[in-house]
C-alpha cells in the first residue's frame, strides 16, 4: 500500500513538471530566435516584441548593403507609391538600417508614402555638411556615427495586419474606395530604388532590393506535382511581391 502511494505521488512530481514545461514553451515567441517564416502571425501584439507579423518575411522589404563615412559616402533611398489597383492610398513604412555588427544606426524612420508621391531616406553621418534635415526638410534621415559603417535595410510594414485590405474584403467590391482609400497596406507593394554616393570620388553605385514590386532578385523554388504518370519536379522563379 505504501509503495503505490510512493507510485503516485512520484507520478504526479513527473507530470506536473511536464505541464510546467509545456506551459512555458506555450507562452514564450520561437521567432525571437528563429528564421522569419511566411507566416502573418509571426511576433505578437505585445508592442516590446515589436508588433503582429513584424517578423514574417511575406511582408518585409530587404536590401543586402548601405554604406555611410564621414564626408566619404551616404545612402540614398528612394520609396515610391504607384497607385495600381489594390493598394491603399496611403502606406506606413517602417525602415530600420542595420549594421554589420547587429546593431541599429539610427532610431527606425518611420513614414507614410501616399499615392501618386515619393518618400527620399537618407542615411548620413551627424552632421553632414550639405546633406542635413536644413538643407533637404522634405526627406526623411537617419544619422549615425561618421565612422565608416556598412550594413542592411529592413523595411516593415506599419500596420499590424498587412494582408487585410483598408474599407473591405479582397475580391468584393466597395462603392467608396476612392474616397476612404481602401486597398492593401503593404509595404511589398511600394516601389524602392537607391544607391550608395561615394562624394570622395564623385561617383556611386545603385542598391539592390528584394521583396518589393519591382523586386530585383527572386530564387529559384523546386516542388513536385503530379502528371497522371507519376511525381514530376517543377522549377520555378518567383518575381515581384510576397516572394514563395
Known amino acids: 500500500m505504501k509503495i503505490n502511494h510512493l507510485k503516485r505521488y512520484l507520478i504526479g512530481i513527473v507530470m506536473t513538471a511536464f505541464l510546467a514545461l509545456l506551459a512555458g514553451n506555450a507562452f514564450g515567441n520561437p521567432v525571437l530566435s528563429t528564421n522569419a517564416t511566411r507566416d502573418g502571425a509571426d511576433g505578437t501584439s505585445d508592442a516590446t516584441t515589436g508588433g503582429r507579423g513584424a517578423y514574417s518575411n511575406n511582408f518585409m522589404v530587404v536590401s543586402p548593403y548601405w554604406q555611410t563615412e564621414g564626408s566619404a559616402s551616404y545612402t540614398f533611398i528612394a520609396v515610391s507609391h504607384s497607385s495600381l489597383s ?5 502606406i506606413g513604412v517602417k525602415m530600420n538600417a542595420i549594421t554589420s555588427t547587429g546593431a541599429a544606426y539610427d532610431t ?5 508614402v ?37 550594413g542592411h535595410i529592413r523595411v516593415n510594414p506599419v500596420t499590424s495586419h498587412p494582408q487585410l485590405r483598408k ?3 479582397y475580391g468584393v467590391a466597395v462603392n467608396d474606395d476612392s474616397e476612404n482609400g481602401g486597398g492593401f497596406r503593404d509595404t511589398t507593394m511600394l516601389t524602392y530604388w537607391g544607391s550608395i554616393i561615394v562624394e570622395a570620388q564623385t561617383t556611386g553605385f545603385a542598391m539592390e532590393f528584394i521583396g518589393d514590386m519591382s523586386d530585383s532578385v527572386a530564387m529559384g523554388n523546386s516542388r513536385q506535382v503530379w502528371r497522371g504518370t ?6 520555378g522563379y518567383s518575381s515581384g511581391l510576397n516572394l514563395q
Open 86 to 90: 489594390g493598394m491603399a492610398s496611403s
Open 108 to 112: 527606425a524612420a518611420t513614414f507614410t
Open 114 to 150: 501616399t499615392s501618386g508621391n515619393t518618400r527620399r531616406v537618407f542615411i548620413v553621418p551627424t552632421n553632414h555638411a550639405t546633406v542635413n534635415p536644413t538643407a533637404i526638410s522634405s526627406a526623411t534621415f537617419m544619422t549615425g556615427t561618421t565612422d565608416f559603417t556598412y
Open 167 to 169: 474599407g473591405g474584403v
Open 230 to 235: 507519376g511525381a514530376e519536379a517543377v522549377q
